[in-house]
């Protein structure tokens, strides 16, 4: 797996495209994105085994007349003719580890001038299953169309309002040190604070940015939370907050290596108090 431009730089530039021009990816672009998107001995902090996930590109034309009109994407995407699918086997962490991995090729289209958008909601999920030969012990966490993306139309913009689609949280409310009762400065962590504002700039459901980390005081420990989701619209986005928290480990995880930030992540719940309400998740330990 390779990226050709600075991975800080393409997480600045991706955004969400929900309109596409109907002319299809073809030449140098489509052999790459074929190559990248086998994945070929990729892993993910959160341990996977490469034949447990596979993605490929599924085309409208795969689908006949009336299977078109069930894609379910209800009027939120225009103009797409491919599609990026994935499986991966049910696990404990299937969802993070779908995460991380669909990031990987978001983030690879955005590097080859191609739009994207993360549907964890709206689309027919067992069609799609079906058109992959989704397996017994598959699933189907999420798609996104990817195309030439062209002006934003004027329902895209309501959308981009309706879920702020520009906004992120401030630092003091994702990012602290030692526990959540003490928000984390921007300005002291060096290199870090490149890490951390790339996870902040992260995409995730209804732009909702679940993640919590705690800095260990006076050490390189980064500790990976989620939020609790409180309410009928919390338990609705519950599963897909694994799904952001995945996304997020992948922006930190591909900065360090950007950055020659040296590392190993860990599962191992550091039990700091204040913490049980939230979804430990996955710890990065400086070395």
């Given amino acids: 797996m390779t990226f050709s431009k600075s991975?800080?730089?393409t997480i600045k530039e991706r955004t969400s495209w929900r309109t596409y021009s109907p002319e299809p990816i073809q030449g140098l672009k489509r052999k790459v994105l074929e190559r990248f998107i086998k994945l070929n001995d990729i892993s993910t902090p959160f341990g996977i085994n490469p034949a447990d996930y596979r993605f490929r590109f599924l085309s409208i034309p795969e689908f006949n007349p009336n299977e078109r009109k069930k894609i379910g994407t209800y009027g939120m995407i225009q103009g797409a003719q491919e599609f990026i699918v994935g499986a991966i086997k049910s696990s404990d962490l299937d969802q993070e580890n779908y995460g991380y991995l669909m990031e990987l090729?978001?983030?690879k289209a955005t590097e080859l001038e191609l739009g994207t958008c993360w549907l964890g909601g709206f689309f027919n999920r067992s069609l799609?299953?079906?058109k992959i030969n989704?397996?017994?012990d598959e699933i189907v966490p999420a798609i996104s169309p990817i195309g030439y993306p062209i002006s934003r139309r004027a329902k895209e913009k309501?959308?981009?309002i309706i879920a702020r689609a520009k906004k992120r949280k401030p630092w003091e409310k994702m990012f602290f040190e030692a526990g959540f009762e003490n928000p984390?400065?921007?300005?002291d962590l060096g290199k870090y604070n490149i890490l951390l504002e790339m996870v902040r700039l992260g995409p995730s459901?209804?732009?909702r940015q679940p993640w919590r980390i705690i800095k260990e005081k006076n050490e390189d420990i980064f500790h990976f939370y989620i939020a609790p989701q409180k309410g009928r619209i919390g338990e609705i986005y519950k599963t897909l907050t694994r799904l952001d928290i995945g996304i997020a480990v992948c922006?930190?995880?591909l900065c360090t290596k950007e950055l020659n930030l040296i590392g190993n992540w860990e599962i191992k719940n550091p039990e700091i108090n204040g913490t049980e309400e939230y979804s430990y998740t996955i710890s990065w330990f400086g070395k």
């Fill in 158 to 160: 309501l959308i981009r």
């Fill in 7 to 9: 991975i800080i730089q």
């Fill in 184 to 187: 984390l400065l921007e300005n």
């Fill in 128 to 130: 799609f299953g079906e």
């Fill in 105 to 107: 090729i978001i983030l």
């Fill in 134 to 136: 989704c397996t017994a």
């Fill in 205 to 207: 459901a209804s732009n």
């Fill in 251 to 253: 922006h930190f995880d």
